[in-house]
C-alpha cells in the first residue's frame, strides 16, 4: 500500500488500521502535512496549518494506542476544520483579513467532540470570506477544483471540499447556510451533509447571520460521514436551538438496503429546462440504480419550492451586530462580495422580511405534508456542472442580473434550510469535461439515518467515491 | 406591497443611501448601485410572495425553526 493508498483510505478504515496498530497516528499526520505542503499551494485549501501542534497530539495517540488507550472512534484521524469554527489557541480568520490573528479562548463544542473522540486537528480550511459566499477577491487564495484547477470549488466551504477530495485530510467540518457543504461536496467530488437543524451545536463559531447555519461533516465515504455525525450530533447547552431528540448510532444502521424503500423524485428540480443535460442524465442513472436494487421511485411535486431561493434571500434574518460593526467600521478590510451582501441585508425593509418568513414557514409545512408518505427526495445537488472559476463572486449591473445569478439555481440546496430537513449529497458521476456531479438526497428532519442507508446502499454499487482527482 | 415608483418597482440610489444610512453605514459607489439592484430584486420577491399567497401567510408564524409538532410524522 502506497502513502496515496492510505491518504485516499476511508475515515473507518483508517481508524480500525490505527487502533489494530498496523499504522500510526505519526505516520498519518506526516502524509497529510507531506500532502499540504505538495499541493496547498495550487490548491488553497488550508489557510492554518496546524503542524507542530497536529505531530505533537499524534504523538500523544501513538502514545496512548501502545498502551492500549482508545479515547474514541477518531484516535488518531486527522481532520481540518473551516476556518470559522473556534479553535483555542488556533487563529481563526473567517477566511478575512479583518481579524487575521484573531485566537479563540476556547473549542467549539464541535472541536471539543471531535478531539474528545481522539481526532487530530490538522489545520483551518479556506472558505469564503466569513463564510457569507460570493467572494471576488479570497485573502487567502481562491480555493481551486482538484478535477481542474481552472474550474470553481465553489463555497462556502470550498476549502473543505477540496482538502476532502484531494485526500490532504482525511475528513473535514463544514457549515452550510444555504448550500454551503453540499455544493462543494459535489462540485469536488466527495460526500457532505447538512444535518437537520438543531441537530448539531453551532456555538463557536462566526456566525454569518443566519440561523440555518449548521456545521456538519465532508468525507470520502457515507460510512465515513455517519461516523463523523455520531461524533458531533447531539444536544449542548451553549446552543439553544440543539434538541434532546436521541442520537442514532447510524454506522449500525447503514445497512439496511433500499429494497421497499420509497423515493421522492422532485419534479420542480428535475426538469428539462432548468437542470443541465448532462447532471440530468446522470442524476437519473443514480436513481435506476437505487430502483435496480429494489427501492421504488414515484414522482414528487411541490411547485413552491421553485420559491426556495427567494424566500432564502429575501427573508434573511440580517447580519450579526458583529458583522455590521464591521460593515460600519472597516468595510475596507472586506472583499467587495461581503460588504455588499452584508450592506443589503442590512437594508431589506423588515416588511418584506416579514412576508418572505411567513412565506418561509408556510412552504415548510407543504413540503413536510408532502414527504411524508416517503423515505427520501432525490434530485441533483446542483442543476448545472461546475463553472470556470471566479464567475461566483460578481458585481451586479442590473435587477436582471440578480435573478439571472441568485435565484432559481440555488433552489435546490435552499430547499433542506428552508424545510430545517438534513440533506446529504453523494458523488454520482462526472461530466464529459471530468468535473463531479452530485445527488442530493434529503429526509424528514432527524432522519439522517434514512439518508446514510440510501447513500450507503449506492455506494456499494458504485465507485464514483473512490476516483482520485488527478493533481 | 407596493413599493412602486412611476416606471414600476423602484428605489432611487438617494433612498438606498438613506436606508443604508438608518443602518448606520456609509454607502457610496460602486457598492451602492449593486445594492440597488439587489434591493429591486427582492423587492420584486416580495410582491410576488404577496401575489402568490395573498391572505394565507396572515395565520402563519415566522417561526424560523422547526417546531415539536412538526418534526413528529
Known sequence: MTREDLAFMSTCEQARLLRERKISPVELVEIYLERIHRFNDRLHAFITVCEDEALRQAKTAEAELSSGKVRGPLHGIPVGLKDQIFTKGVRTTGGSRIQPDFVPDEDATIVTRLKDAGAIIIGKQNLDELALGGTIEFPYGRPCNPWNLEYSATGSSGGSGVATAAALCSASIGQDAGGSIRRPASFNGCVGLRPTQGRVSRYGKYQAGSITGTLGPMTRTVEDCALLTEVIAGEDPRDAVTTSVPVPPYCKLLQGGVQGMRFGVLREFMDEESVDSEVRGTVLAALSVLEGQGAELRELSIPHVRLASKIGLAGNEGPSPLLLRWVRTKPELLDYGARVRIITNSVIPTPVKQMAQRAKAYVRREVLEAIRDVDAVLYPTHPVPPAPAGREGHRFTSVADVRDRMFGRRNHTLLAPLVGAPAISIPCGFTEKGLPIGLEILAWPFREDLLFRVAYAYQQVTDWHKRRPPI | ?73
Request: no cysteine; proline share 5%; hydrophobic share 45%.
Open chain 2, 1 to 73: 406591497m407596493r413599493i412602486r415608483g412611476k416606471d414600476g418597482i423602484a428605489i432611487t440610489n438617494e433612498e438606498t443611501v438613506l436606508l443604508a444610512q438608518l443602518a448606520g453605514i456609509d454607502l457610496r459607489e460602486p457598492e451602492l448601485s449593486d445594492v440597488r439592484y439587489r434591493l429591486l430584486a427582492i423587492f420584486e420577491v416580495a410582491e410576488e410572495i404577496e401575489g402568490i399567497f395573498g391572505d394565507s401567510l396572515d395565520h402563519v408564524d415566522p417561526i424560523p425553526v422547526l417546531l415539536p409538532q412538526e418534526v413528529k410524522r
